[in-house]
């Protein structure tokens, strides 16, 4: 079993930056694919980037070019770079690990950190 915990969020103007960190713990084996998702108030939990285990990333259309997933290995940790955020970027985001394929859907996903709250004000 892999536990997630996540760090790394706060309040911040628009435009500005953030870096969420995610340390894993427990053991990944090949094939795994870790990712960050986030839920605002009242929507959906949507996928955000995700990173698998060739080191491929893949990114939704609102993000990118202004985030960037990345991990070292050697700390066991994933990142999640923010840049240019916007008020819309505004949710919980969490972190989550599957040996399923590496996609935006959360149910896909089986461990899930418990998540750290990002605010962007305008």
């Known amino acids: 079993q892999v536990q997630l915990v996540e760090s790394g969020g706060g309040s911040v103007q628009s435009g500005g930056s953030l870096r969420l960190s995610c340390a894993v713990f427990?053991?990944?084996?090949?094939?795994?694919?870790v990712g960050w998702f986030r839920q605002a108030p009242g929507k959906e939990r949507e996928g955000v980037a995700n990173?698998?285990?060739?080191?491929?990333?893949r990114y939704a259309d609102s993000v990118k070019g202004r985030f960037t997933i990345s991990q070292d290995n050697a700390k066991n940790t994933l990142y999640l770079q923010m840049n240019s955020l916007r008020p819309e970027d505004t949710a919980m985001y969490y972190c989550?690990?599957?040996?399923?394929?590496?996609?935006?859907?959360?149910?896909?996903?089986?461990?899930w950190g418990q998540g750290t709250q990002v605010i962007v004000s305008s």
């Open positions: 990173i698998d285990g060739d080191g491929s990333t």
């Open positions: 427990g053991y990944i084996y090949s094939g795994y694919c």
């Open positions: 989550a690990s599957t040996y399923h394929y590496c996609t935006f859907t959360p149910s896909f996903f089986t461990d």
